[in-house]
């Protein structure tokens, strides 16, 4: 089957398929169990821990989200893939998207962070106020 285990990604075998790569943002890759079993028999499917959360070491120094998707998609040697991402996940999937617009096939994204947006801010997201002097 093709996946990853605590140290890493796993080179895939033969019978794996069209590549999708699972992108989570705070937690780790474990996030995505409930749907790996479903989907391993239709697609290679990859995941991993993203530096700093889940499993992996903290950060050493300065790093790039999207260069180490690269870097994992790189020594897979995975083609055009279709990309899953979750919050800050799924963000780094739309900058892949982005900057690579060949890497990707499809994307299924749920509320993914947006590089260099600025927050938003909904005023109906505040708590009601209420003036003591009144």
Known sequence: MCG???SGPKTPGAACRRSCSCTQG?????IWDPVWERLAGQ?????????GFGRSAPPSGPF?????????LDRLGVGPALF???SMGGGTALDLALAEPDRVRGMV???PGISGAPPAH?????????????
Do not use: K, M, Q
Request: hydrophobic content about 20%.
């Open 43 to 51: 697609h290679r499917l990859i995941r991993y821990e993203v530096r």
């Open 26 to 30: 705070e937690g780790d890759s474990r």
């Open 4 to 6: 990853t285990g605590p």
């Open 84 to 86: 899953v991402g979750c």
């Open 64 to 72: 790039s989200r999207l260069d180490d998707l690269r870097r994992v």
């Open 109 to 111: 994204l749920a509320c």
């Open 122 to 134: 909904d005023p109906d997201d505040e708590p009601d106020s209420v003036d003591p002097d009144r």
